[in-house]
């Protein structure tokens, strides 16, 4: 009695131990990743403007017109590649739909076929087959999963990706700006605040990846601060020769 309650107790904790990562990374991911795109080219933009030594109006001018271009444009093309790969989604499962309508027994052993190239014994897949094959719409939906890789009951809307997009970039290209606005007075403010938050950005990264935080952070703080240290180089070397 006293084995079989061990034996349970050792199931019960390898089951409650055996957790993966979030491998897609959920919201996670496009949300962190629409805030750093934002952060980096808005700094950059606002290091290059600031490098051609221009006045103070120019550069947060500059930083907000950076801000609702690359939001706008970032919500513009998250929504039409998203739609265009639903209307994709949504012509091939048509297609999948005609075939199970017309032949439907060629379907069933194609699908007791794919059971069997993974090790079930034929006579079962068949069986497996034939039992998920009376529901049209179950079958739909498993060689949607099976030959194409989707579900199509969690299909993505472009309408969401896009605001998510719009929002996500305008947070991170709003870092920079946001100095200027509460008064600072030279470019780097912005920088420090942006640098700050390139490393808050690749720390949170890390939670869906196998890096350590700090090196995921100081990783994407080097990045961003190289391109708005080439961005200013640029800048002031087109302002002297426009100068």
Not at 170 to 192: E, T
């Amino acid at each position: 009695m006293a084995i079989i309650e061990t034996e349970a107790t050792l199931h019960e904790a390898h089951r409650d131990n055996h957790t993966h990562r979030d491998v897609n990374g959920g919201w996670l991911r496009p949300a962190v990743f629409g805030a750093m795109d934002g952060l980096v080219s808005n700094l950059a933009l606002m290091t290059g403007v600031a490098g051609g030594n221009v006045s103070q109006h120019t550069v947060v001018l500059s930083g907000l017109a950076g801000l609702a271009a690359g939001a706008f444009s970032m919500a513009a093309g998250e929504y039409t590649s998203v739609a265009s790969q639903r209307e994709l989604v949504e012509a091939e499962l048509d297609v999948e739909r005609r075939q199970l309508r017309k032949h439907p027994k060629d379907e069933e052993a194609e699908l007791a076929a794919l059971y069997e190239s993974r090790g079930v014994e034929p006579r079962l897949a068949r069986e497996v087959a034939r039992q998920l094959s009376e529901d049209p719409e179950q079958a739909l939906e498993i060689h949607a999963r099976e030959e194409l890789g989707i579900d199509p009951g969690d299909l993505p809307s472009p309408t969401v990706a896009a605001v998510s997009s719009f929002g996500s970039f305008a947070l991170g290209a709003l870092i920079p700006v946001a100095p200027y606005l509460l008064g600072a007075s030279s470019i780097w403010p912005a920088v420090l605040l942006a640098l700050l938050g390139l490393f808050l950005c690749g720390a949170v990264v890390a939670k869906v990846t196998a890096r350590t935080w700090w090196y995921s952070g100081l990783r994407q703080l080097l990045l961003g601060g190289a391109a708005a240290g080439v961005t200013y180089a640029l800048g002031t070397l087109f302002g002297t020769a426009v100068g």
